[in-house]
């Protein structure tokens, strides 16, 4: 938007802020014996429970796919999370919860 408005120099700022929250995300928030992405508490350790955010750090292009480390993390969190049909990729995908995460409520009715 600062671009579009001529701001050149407020936009740079933006876009830098930006890349430093996406790279915080990738360094804080991947734990990669989970291949998951999570919240971080006020103790700084891991909220872990696998949520539906796993696929916004996708859909908002958090990752950078043409690096190499975060190409892995993606081919992790697409293979053990969201096409794993015993977490995301089940009969109706996509739960809000992992299927197998121990917050996922059951028993479920049918299509619930």
């Known amino acids: 938007m600062a671009a579009a408005l001529g701001k050149h120099a407020e936009a740079r700022r933006w876009r830098a802020d930006a890349e430093h929250i996406r790279t915080q995300i990738v360094e804080r928030l991947w734990c990669a014996e989970d291949a998951s992405f999570y919240d971080v508490g006020l103790d700084g350790e891991f909220v872990r429970i696998r949520s539906v955010a796993n696929m916004g750090v996708l859909g908002e292009h958090v990752l950078r796919l043409h690096l190499p480390r975060e190409r892995r993390i993606f081919d992790q969190l697409w293979t053990r999370q969201l096409h794993n049909p ?9 739960p809000s919860i992992a299927a197998n995460d121990p917050a996922f409520v059951r028993p479920l009715r049918y299509n619930s």
């Open 86 to 94: 015993a977490a995301y990729w089940t009969k109706y995908p996509f």
